[in-house]
Antibody, heavy 118, light 107 residues
Framework: QLQLQESGPGLVKPSETLSLTCTGS??????????WGWIRQPPGKGLEWIGS???????YYNPSLKSRVTISVDTSKNQFSLKVSSVTAADTAVYYC??????????WGQGTLVIVSS | AIQLTQSPSSLSASVGDRVIITCRAS??????LAWYQQRPGETPELVIY???TLETGVPSRFSGSGSGTDFTLTISSLQPEDFATYYC?????????FGGGTKVEIK
């Protein structure tokens, strides 16, 4: 059973770049069956899709964040990553990495809280 | 972007009650709708996809219906472990979008 685990700094300064990595274990991300994505949830609020990537590198982004977001994949490490540039307090959230089948998130990482603060 | 409006935003119910949550899309999405459950402090979990297909392992007291713009999630007999926030999500088109959530609380 595939497990996803997010890793990265829990505190980022305003205007800097948020960087997170998701590592898969118990299964390969190099599969044609799934996309891999990021979803975030500000404290006490709802869910927001950030973007998704295929193992070949083909990606889709939420237009609301597209200019600041990059998602990449490293199949040799069974990982995919998220970068959000020029962060503000509004980017404070729990960030989840997910596996998507037909754009349905059927496997979630445990989530990691990222706080944007000086 | 397709907007999803859930109602109610919260509700109070007792164990054994029948609960119905609705999700309305701003444009037609066929049956490309999923429902997720998020218990307090936990990760969201897929409950239903394709508007009415139960995810493996989800109890049969959960059911979904609808197509086009109007959808419902029904819990036939609420159990203690069902107290959670429920989100709908459309996967008809990018960007993927979620409803604002419905919090099901204990009466």
């Amino acid at each position: 059973q595939l497990q996803l685990q997010e890793s990265g700094p829990g505190l980022v300064k305003p205007s800097e770049t948020l960087s997170l990595t998701c590592t898969g274990s118990g299964g390969s991300i190099s599969t044609s069956s799934y996309y891999w994505g990021w979803i975030r949830q500000p404290p006490g609020k709802g869910l927001e899709w950030i973007g998704s990537i295929f193992y070949t590198g083909s990606s889709y982004y939420n237009p609301s964040l597209k200019s600041r977001v990059t998602i990449s994949v490293d199949t040799s490490k069974n990982q995919f990553s998220l970068k959000v540039s020029s962060v503000t307090a509004a980017d404070t959230a729990v960030y989840y990495c997910v596996r998507l089948r037909r754009n349905i998130a059927n496997n979630w990482g445990q989530g990691t809280l990222v706080i944007v603060s000086s | 972007a397709i907007q999803l409006t859930q109602s109610p935003s919260s509700l109070s119910a007792s164990v054994g009650d029948r609960v119905i949550i609705t999700c309305r899309a701003s444009q037609g999405i066929s049956r490309a709708l999923a429902w997720y459950q998020q218990r307090p402090g936990e990760t969201p979990e897929l409950v239903i996809y394709d508007a009415s297909t139960l995810e493996t392992g989800v109890p049969s007291r959960f059911s979904g219906s609808g197509s086009g713009t109007d959808f419902t999630l029904t819990i036939s007999s609420l159990q203690p472990e069902d107290f959670a926030t429920y989100y709908c999500q459309q996967f008809n088109s990018y960007p993927l979008t979620f409803g604002g959530g419905t919090k099901v609380e204990i009466k």
